[in-house]
């Protein structure tokens, strides 16, 4: 039986994108218990000394090192799905379309990343810390492994999440669905969403939620700012012509 073109392509790319999913999941589960110290030791040497970590499940031993394997290789797999993704829907694509989507691509692979450092650096120590100092005095503080992982990893992913505003806000003008006074205008919604967004996507703690939700904000206010200057340096360009 004669397959579609289409279907032998994506399921050529599809072939490739498991196979280096497999590598870089069996090298990652190979290297799990550095990949834990790696992630684990800057953040846990801002936190008390006494604080130990622990596990009190039978299986956390050999599935909190799968689970992390599996998700540092998609993280890293992440930029090659994509391109293959690209590449296969390319072909249908306008030349206008693809000069406006695969930036777009890029500066959102971009940002998710550096969402995922901020969170790693700056919301992940001090939540914990916070976490840490607050128990009652004679209280010794250790945390479960699997709880732990599954915290840094819900921060980071809400954060690269949240660090796609200035993306959407581009897009929302890009469209014309918004213009830019109408998103101006309707800032104080945006800060109530954000918030609204942070208590959804972060853990069920008002340090992490307003951790994740003020930079929301903020980077809501730089794709303002961006499409601002966007849309004055033609009229300045105009101007000059002119004169």
């Known amino acids: 039986m004669n397959l579609h073109p289409h279907f032998i392509e994506i399921k ?19 290297y799990a218990n550095d990949i834990y110290t790696f992630i684990s030791t800057p953040i846990i040497s801002k936190l008390p000394q006494n604080l130990q970590l622990i ?29 293959h993704i690209w590449q296969f829907i390319k072909p249908g694509l306008y030349l ?18 550096i969402g995922m450092i901020f969170a790693w650096v700056i919301i992940c120590p001090v ?9 009652p005095n004679g209280v010794l503080v250790m945390f479960d492994i699997g709880d732990y ?9 809400a954060s690269g999440i949240a660090f796609q505003i ?8 890009k469209t014309e669905i918004m213009s830019l006074e109408q998103l101006t205008a309707k800032r104080k919604h945006i800060i109530v969403i954000a918030l609204i967004i942070g208590m959804l996507l972060a853990p069920p703690d008002v340090i992490s939620q307003l951790l994740l939700s003020i930079p929301m904000w903020i980077l809501f206010e730089m794709g303002l700012l961006c499409s601002r200057k966007r849309s004055t340096s033609p009229k300045i360009f105009i101007d000059k012509i002119q004169n």
């Open 166 to 173: 200035p993306i959407l806000t581009q897009i929302l003008i």
């Open 149 to 157: 992982l599954d915290f840094i990893v819900t921060i980071m992913f």
């Open 127 to 135: 939540a914990l810390k916070f976490f840490a100092s607050s128990a």
């Open 96 to 113: 206008r379309e693809r000069k406006l989507i695969y930036p777009i691509m890029l500066t959102s692979l971009s940002l998710f990343y």
């Open 12 to 30: 050529k790319r599809l072939t490739i994108c498991g196979m280096i999913l497999g590598l870089a999941f069996a090298v990652c589960f190979y």
């Open 55 to 83: 596990t009190t499940k039978v299986t956390a031993p050999f599935m909190v090192p799968f689970k992390l394997s599996l998700i540092v290789s998609i993280i890293l797999c992440a930029p090659i799905i994509i391109y």
